[in-house]
């Protein structure tokens, strides 16, 4: 069973930036397309970011394309998401998300097979 994790929530001031990390169990995300989305409280997970196994197909969604980055080390087994100029509304448990497919990633969260448990980003005004 493959597990993925996150890593790399806090509490920021606003303005300020945070990375996120994901990582997998059994080092096979370097295999996945991997999407990142987010869950504030009393709201639907959306989307964030996705990027293909072989990092050359990135998308984002449009409310946040600008100021979120996602990359990755396949190297290192590892997804990152930066967050550039973090407002109050940006509040939220990160997740990240894997899916075995070698063409573009996926930006609905139903096409992703795997979850991790997500990490809570807090940021205060």
């Known amino acids: 069973q493959v597990r993925l994790a996150e890593s790399g929530g806090g509490s920021v001031p606003a303005g300020d930036s945070v990375t996120l990390s994901c990582s997998a169990s059994?080092?096979?995300?370097?295999?996945?397309?991997v999407g990142w989305f987010r869950q504030a409280p009393g709201s639907e997970r959306e989307f964030l970011a996705a990027?293909?196994?072989?990092?050359?197909?990135?998308r984002y969604a449009e409310s946040v394309r600008g100021r979120f980055t996602i990359s990755r080390d396949n190297n290192k087994d590892t997804v990152y998401l930066q967050l550039d100029n973090l407002e109050p509304e940006d509040a939220a448990i990160y997740y990240c998300a894997g899916d075995r497919t070698w063409g573009p990633p996926p930006t609905l969260k139903s096409e992703y097979d795997y979850w991790g448990q997500g990490t809570r980003v807090t940021v205060s005004s």
């Open positions: 059994l080092d096979t995300l370097r295999y996945f397309a």
């Open positions: 990027i293909s196994w072989d990092t050359v197909d990135k």
